[in-house]
């Protein structure tokens, strides 16, 4: 008698812990980038926005880093698609701009942002144009980030300040300048995409448009330059391996992530000396957009976690202050919400001025596809 | 991952030889289709996740954005990396030889070594990398072999080499550091074991009769286990090809090794055709280890040894 009361009672107690579980909504949030992207949704937004709204389980995925983090979210919401599938699995995913722009032109997202409050607080084109195509309501930027030269000032003691500056620099400090090539990551893809920006004469037509078939040769010819470039320069194992490079005293100069760059500065990863500078006519830089799957399975509570992800508070705290992005809003709404000093401390070496002058978009999907193939067939051959 | 396949491949190759002898025992017309029911499964699923997306992708690499036939993939892959299949050959070629020089000197040491203490020490090192998977390989060297990494601080430190002519060792080298550092331990493994089972009555007679060891051990011990040695390095040629974390680890720019390019195709241009195509070169390179293998196991089944 005793033991069926015992049974009994470790069943309803297992009915009680089993039941909220079944009643909570899980938010799938699939983000391309780096550890660093699942980190701040897992660590930080995740928990916050699961105290606000009680039953709601917020789960993040990732996909990888680069462009084909978000080539993986592309190929299972085509799948889904391409299968009829009432709902999709994904609420909210975290893209790159040629991700959201392929995405957009086959049907994939939904439109939101005149549905969510935040939509209102943001002010770059990069909200509306991804890489030369439409995406105006399609997505919000959750931050932006920029690619710049990291240097060590004990050996560098005025970094270049254009690319020509540069190509004299290495001349004289043979291998003393580093980077990752276009197969080992962005921050030297958008070094390339800055040296063509610089000494193709194509200028803004690259980020504008219209695409011209017949630039190939232009663009050819200012990588030409870059192959004698190469010569005196030491190619690096990735983002990290850049850093890791600077760090070890390796190199002295190379393009890095503003955001990583800062990253390892905070965990005390980085030589604390190291400095950024970023030379005109600019590097690229990028937003990673958050959208929403066309038939997203919890829709309504995805625009909720994105409005939130969205407030000035969160831009402030997680954006700015713990993760050393660039927000995402219009910076007006997001400073006056933090101390000066942690407002400071992202433009310490590149001044808001500068950031706006030389903190260029990548170019257009088809100028970039000729511009990597390019440096494969010219650079590397 | 890919380092446990072959190892299986090649010890079923014999005991599958030995088993087709066996059905008669059995007898009758039920247990083949006992026996077929039995491998069905296995080969189900060799079909469907092997063959089937292996024809897939070689259909893909000669098909057109329009679905029409085309060679224009291929020009493509040579076009823009025919120095990576060259590299990719070379670096794994050059692998393969220093593997077999370390595994025979391993292998040789262990079975006619006489100082017990060291043979033992020996035994037990030698197969540590065997564990470690490629990855964390590469990772590890990435530090290791850097200019200012680890290697470099003790060769300066013991005063090898001046701090000056320090350099990176992150290219081919460090590629190929990698690989033999990860590969020779499994092709010891498998000479150690054919070298232990040979009679020792002939590495003693050699001995009294007054030869070195290194004598025994290239014109009475290599001889008996050259099949063994070359089953273990057509398998190491053949994984070797397929990493893919090693060179993206420690070398992603030109040259590289081919499947850094496959990846680097799909990720960067979603362009499965070209990739493909890449795909089905390496295969090609592949295939003659493959050749080598089966020439070698079909001649073993054969002989009986």
């Not at chain 1, 992207?37 to 995740?46: R, S």
């Not at chain 2, 990860?182 to 007679?205: C, D, N, W, Y």
Request: proline share 6%; net charge positive; charged share 15%.
């Amino acid at each position: 008698m005793k033991a069926r009361m015992l049974l009994l009672s470790i069943a309803v107690l297992g009915v009680a812990a089993a039941f909220p579980a079944a009643a909570q909504t899980t938010l799938n949030v699939v983000s391309a980038g780096d550890q660093n992207m699942v980190d701040y949704v897992n660590n930080y937004l995740g928990p916050k926005f699961e105290q606000m709204n009680p039953g709601v389980k917020v789960r993040a995925v990732g996909t990888g880093p680069g462009d084909s983090g978000s080539q993986k979210i592309y190929e299972k919401l085509s799948a889904q698609q391409k299968a009829g599938t009432a709902t999709w699995d994904v609420d909210v995913a975290v893209v790159h701009q040629r991700g959201a722009a392929t995405m957009v032109d086959e049907k994939l997202l939904m439109p939101y942002r005149n549905d969510v409050a935040a939509g209102k607080l943001v002010s770059r084109d990069t909200a509306t144009n991804a890489l030369g195509a439409n995406v105006d309501g399609y997505v919000l930027p959750m931050f932006h980030s920029q690619i710049a030269f990291a240097y060590n000032p004990d050996v560098v003691k005025t970094p270049p300040k254009n690319f020509t500056e540069l190509s004299d620099w290495v001349k004289k400090n043979p291998k003393q300048f580093g980077y990752n090539g276009v197969k080992g990551g962005m921050s030297g893809v958008g070094f390339v995409m800055g040296w063509v920006n610089a000494n193709s004469g194509l200028g803004d037509k690259l980020e504008k448009g219209p695409y011209d078939p017949a630039a190939k040769a232009t663009i050819e010819k200012s990588l030409a330059g870059l192959k004698d470039f190469n010569q005196y320069v030491v190619m690096t194992p990735g983002n990290a391996g850049t850093l890791d490079m600077l760090n070890r005293g390796e190199i002295a100069m190379g393009p890095v992530w503003v955001d990583m760059f800062y990253t390892w500065m905070a965990d005390g990863k980085m030589n604390p000396k190291v400095k950024l500078s970023l030379p005109s006519p600019g590097l690229p830089g990028q937003p990673m957009y958050y959208v929403i799957p066309a038939k997203a399975a919890n829709a309504a509570m995805a625009k909720k976690f994105i409005d939130f992800a969205e407030s000035p508070e969160v831009q402030a705290d997680g954006i700015v202050k713990q993760f050393n992005w660039y927000p995402g809003i219009d910076p007006q709404y997001v400073q006056s919400k933090m101390e000066p000093a942690a407002w400071n401390k992202l433009f310490t070496d590149i001044s808001p001025a500068d950031l706006s002058k030389n903190g260029r978009p990548f170019p257009l999907s088809q100028y970039f596809t000729d511009i990597v193939e390019g440096y494969e067939r010219v650079v590397l051959k | 991952m890919s380092s446990e396949g072959p190892s299986r491949v090649a010890h079923s190759a014999p005991s599958g030889g030995s088993a087709a002898a066996k059905p008669p025992a059995w007898g009758g017309q039920t247990p083949r289709w006992a026996a077929l029911a039995l491998v069905l499964p296995a080969l189900v699923v060799v079909g469907l996740f092997f063959v089937v997306p292996l024809l897939l992708s070689a259909v893909g690499a000669f098909r057109a954005a329009d679905g029409s036939f085309t060679l224009a993939h291929f020009d493509k892959s040579l076009d823009l990396y025919s120095r990576d299949l060259i590299f990719t050959v070379a670096i794994v070629a050059l692998s393969t030889v220093l593997i077999a020089i370390v595994a025979i000197a391993i292998a040789g040491y262990l079975t006619l070594g006489e100082n017990p203490r060291a043979v033992a020490v020996l035994r037990w090192l030698y197969r540590w990398p065997l564990f470690i998977p490629f990855v964390v390989a590469g990772q590890v060297m990435r530090t290791f072999l850097a200019k200012n990494g680890m290697l470099n601080h003790v060769l300066i430190g013991a005063g090898l080499i001046e701090p000056i002519s320090a350099e990176s060792m992150l290219d081919w080298r460090g590629i190929v550091i990698a690989f033999v550092w990860k590969q020779a331990p499994f092709v010891t493994l498998l000479l150690a074991g054919a070298m232990a089972s040979l009679e020792r009555q002939h590495i003693e007679a050699a001995r009294n009769l007054g030869a070195p060891r290194w004598r025994v051990l290239i014109d009475i011990v290599l001889p008996q286990v050259r099949g063994t040695l070359l089953v273990g390095l057509v398998l190491s040629f053949v994984t070797m090809l397929s990493v893919l974390s090693v060179p993206l680890m420690i070398n992603p720019n030109s040259p590289t090794m081919i499947t850094v390019d496959v990846a680097y195709r799909i990720n960067t241009f979603a362009d499965y055709a070209v990739a493909n195509a890449l795909c089905l070169l390496s295969l090609l390179l592949a295939a003659v280890g493959a050749a080598f293998y089966l020439r070698h196991a079909v001649k073993r089944v054969e002989t009986g040894s």
